[in-house]
């Protein structure tokens, strides 16, 4: 932007992509602490599928980094040494773990068909316009991306809106995420570069729908400059001093909120 620095100060978008882990709200997986020092409290929930650093609450999947949530400012050093000690923890859990796992290869067939799908559905239809980016069948990812984003930004405090939003914008704006998710399965890829790009966008989405969930339901203003609830504009420490964990459960199609302590240490 031909800006000195010292000269004249530098625009700043604080919130970004609006999901950025590193640097607002603390999101991310919530991980399995440190097992020598973690509080009882946190402890309990890994007792039942092992207690291993960075484990995350699905059994042999760790996170690190901008993937681990609870820590609301991570930056680039403090997520290379959270992956050193992520790496650790899972090494630790295969060393426990060293039994091959049973695949079902039904379900890795099944699995292949629905990854590779977007690229069937372009080809069976792109021959139905003379633009290969317009189809009354298909959308492409690009085009998706542009939804999700206008949606994020206008409802969910993004930039054009001043960072600012509420729950009327929140509940339209998660009316049109459902339309949006019933349309991803029409997202068509040309090639191998748009299949990445495809699932790219299926992971954004319900990245997003987990953030606008949370914003939803946290009822006050914790990181005000990334996001401010205007109908909750202040912090509430009395009654949201604490963490949000939601879990989405496939079966039910059900998502569940709910409020975790804050643990300070030592305890
Ligand atoms: C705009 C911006 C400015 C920032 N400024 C600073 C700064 O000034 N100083 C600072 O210290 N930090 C800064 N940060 C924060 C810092 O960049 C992050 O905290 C850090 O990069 C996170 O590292 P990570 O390894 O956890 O995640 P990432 O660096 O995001 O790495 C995740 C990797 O996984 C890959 N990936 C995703 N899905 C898949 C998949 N399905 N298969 C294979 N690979 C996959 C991605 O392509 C990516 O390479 C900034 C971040 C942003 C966005």
């Not at 100060?9 to 882990?21: R, W």
């Not at 987990?210 to 109908?231: Q, T």
């Amino acid at each position: 932007m031909n800006i000195q620095p010292e000269e004249k100060p530098s625009e700043i978008a604080a919130a970004e992509p609006y999901f950025i882990g590193s640097h607002s709200g603390a999101s991310g997986a919530w991980v399995c602490g440190p097992p020598d020092v973690m509080p009882a409290e946190y402890r309990k929930q890994w007792e039942p599928i092992g207690v291993y650093n960075h484990m995350t609450t699905v059994k042999g999947l760790f996170t690190a980094g901008d993937g681990a949530g609870a820590s609301s400012h991570k930056f680039s050093s403090g997520s290379h040494a959270e992956g050193r000690i992520a790496a650790k923890g899972a090494i630790a859990f295969i060393l426990d773990n060293n039994a091959l796992p049973k695949v079902d290869m039904g379900a890795v067939e099944e699995l292949k068909k629905t990854i590779l799908a977007p690229m069937d559905l372009y080809e069976q239809n792109v021959k139905y316009s003379s633009d290969p980016d317009i189809n009354p069948a298909f959308m492409k990812p690009k085009m998706f991306m542009f939804r999700l984003q206008k949606i994020m930004d206008e409802y969910c405090g993004g930039v054009s809106s001043q960072f600012t939003t509420n729950k009327s914008l929140l509940e339209r704006g998660m009316e049109l995420l459902v339309m949006l998710k019933e349309d991803s399965s029409k997202m068509a890829a040309a090639d191998l570069h748009e299949l990445l790009r495809v699932w790219e966008n299926t992971h954004r989405m319900w990245i997003a729908e987990s953030h606008l969930r949370h914003v939803l339901f946290r009822e006050e203003s914790r990181w005000p400059g990334y996001y401010f609830r205007a109908d909750f504009p202040d912090m509430d420490e009395k009654n949201w001093k604490c963490f949000v964990n939601s879990v989405y459960d496939p079966k039910t199609d059900q998502w569940t909120m709910k409020k975790v302590p804050i643990v300070n240490l030592p305890v």
